[in-house]
């Protein structure tokens, strides 16, 4: 079995590798500025030292002649230990140069061959000369030429190798800034393309599973949801496509026993309800009162009961798919006046007040005639049921935003819904948590009342606070 990567493997390999260019990055500048640093210390402690002692040596050599011509034209003695302070001066010079060789430097072979050719006259010149004053030069002027022009050279190579070891800082430094700059770029490309892999690997099977939730939520049913990321993710999607399945084999199973439950009750409710007709119209023999007020009430459950019924069985015709819609051309306005002439005894025993709010001159709508009173009975219904003692429950008819659908809306006083609800409102028996103990119902009206407005194109909404009341509405197409 070949394992994928887990979240926290893929932040620690993102990780990884921005950690890795990181480090090189620095490592590489480093390794630069370090040659940066030899070179500088090279051109320190050699070519600057190089280029002193020579120019002191140039400087020594011509005082030296001077003071020998001097000391040689005017003959005072005078002028013989500055000669010697100048020569003594040229041998440090030439001495600190030599000692760079002997310190693991390379130096110029003209350096040498000065040094041999210095200390092989000096020794010559010291035979011949004395505490007397000579009558010769003690250097000729040739010689003390020709270690100029040895100095001169070797100051110019000393010169081009200083000039080669800048134009190399000069190469290291722009190596480095562009070493520094790829590396940034570099980390901020692995930055953004790890952040957005990251995020994609996250967000994508985030966002299947919240349409996988959102479609159980609205009741919509809910198809598998295809994560093979081998991660925590696909792991969640297992466990939820497993769930998924469970209640939608327990929804089944509800559907099927609530159908087989209403057929087999359907059949001994009507010989009940047609014994009790019977038996309240005298045919078994007369009865009183009582008996008569009993009977009554008898009837009335029964026909409550019927009802639940019928409900179940709409809304398994419903998930079969059997339902079927006939439009046509319907006035909004006769519709709205049958339903709230239904309506309006319980309205009146309740002490709630009917308003509507009816523009002039509606278009007509689209649809079936036989289902639409069903949805806006059940919501003015409900409207008066949850509307406290001596309220108002008004009706709007308006035109939506797009022109070409008409929006119904009821609004009520009653206690509100919460938010968290809201969204829960339209699915099959559910029922608000205020109302569950102290109200009859099973929550199948929404839901009929949802299904019915989307067959015919349109759509279903609530708005409500809590203290202030709700408003249900629902659109439908412009014929």
Request: with cysteine; proline share 4%.
């Amino acid at each position: 079995m070949k394992l994928k990567p887990g979240i926290a493997g893929k932040l620690f390999a993102w990780y990884f590798v921005f950690v890795l260019i990181f480090f090189g990055t620095i490592l590489i500048l480093y390794a630069n500025v370090r040659q940066m640093m030899e070179i500088s210390e090279h051109i320190v402690n050699k070519n600057y030292k190089i280029s002193s002692a020579s120019k002191k040596m140039i400087e020594n050599l011509f005082s030296m002649e001077e003071y020998e011509k001097k000391y040689l034209l005017l003959k005072r003695a005078e002028y013989r230990p500055y000669f010697v302070s100048a020569q003594k001066a040229f041998e440090e010079s030439l001495a600190e140069i030599m000692t760079l060789e002997s310190n693991g430097m390379s130096i110029s072979t003209r350096w040498k061959e000065l040094n041999e050719d210095y200390w092989k006259f000096s020794s010559e010149s010291k035979k011949r000369i004395s505490d007397k004053l000579p009558e010769t030069l003690w250097i000729p002027e040739t010689v003390i030429s020709g270690w100029v022009q040895k100095i001169s050279e070797a100051r110019t190579e000393n010169e081009e190798d200083v000039e080669l070891a800048n134009r190399e800082l000069n190469r290291r430094g722009q190596m480095t800034v562009r070493t520094g700059l790829m590396g940034l770029g570099i980390s901020i490309l692995a930055g953004l393309f790890g952040s957005r892999f990251l995020a994609h690997s996250m967000i994508r099977p985030l966002r299947k599973l919240l349409r996988g939730i959102r479609s159980i939520s609205k009741a919509r049913g809910s198809e598998p949801i295809h994560i093979r990321s081998g991660d925590e993710f696909g792991e969640l999607a297992d466990a939820f496509n497993e769930m998924a399945r469970r209640l939608k084999e327990e929804q089944q199973m509800r559907s099927d026993f609530i159908s087989m439950l209403s057929h087999e009750i359907r059949t001994p409710l009507t010989s009940i309800r047609e014994s009790v007709n019977l038996i309240e119209e005298g045919i078994m023999g007369n009865i009183n009162d009582k008996q008569r007020k009993f009977l009554e009430i008898a009837n009335l459950e029964i026909g409550r009961v019927c009802e639940l019924l019928n409900r179940l069985m709409q809304v398994f015709r419903m998930e079969s798919g059997v339902l079927k819609i006939y439009p046509r051309p319907v006035d909004p306005l006769c519709l709205l006046t049958t339903c709230l002439d239904q309506i309006a005894p319980s309205a009146e025993a309740k002490g709630t007040a009917l308003e509507s709010q009816i523009p002039p001159e509606l278009p007509q709508v689209m649809g079936d005639s036989k289902q639409l009173p069903q949805v806006l009975l059940n919501i003015l219904g409900n409207a008066v049921k949850f509307s406290p003692p001596d309220s108002k429950v008004v009706v709007r008819l308006e035109s939506a935003q797009d022109r070409n659908k008409l929006n119904f809306s009821v609004s009520d006083n009653g206690p509100g819904i919460p938010e968290e609800e809201q969204s829960f409102i339209f699915n099959k028996y559910y029922r608000a948590k205020g109302v569950r103990e102290h109200m009859d119902g099973v929550g199948l009206g929404l839901s009929i009342s949802k299904r019915i407005i989307e067959a015919h194109g349109g759509s279903v909404w609530v708005t409500s606070r809590m203290g202030e009341g709700s408003t249900f509405g629902f659109s439908l197409p412009i014929a």
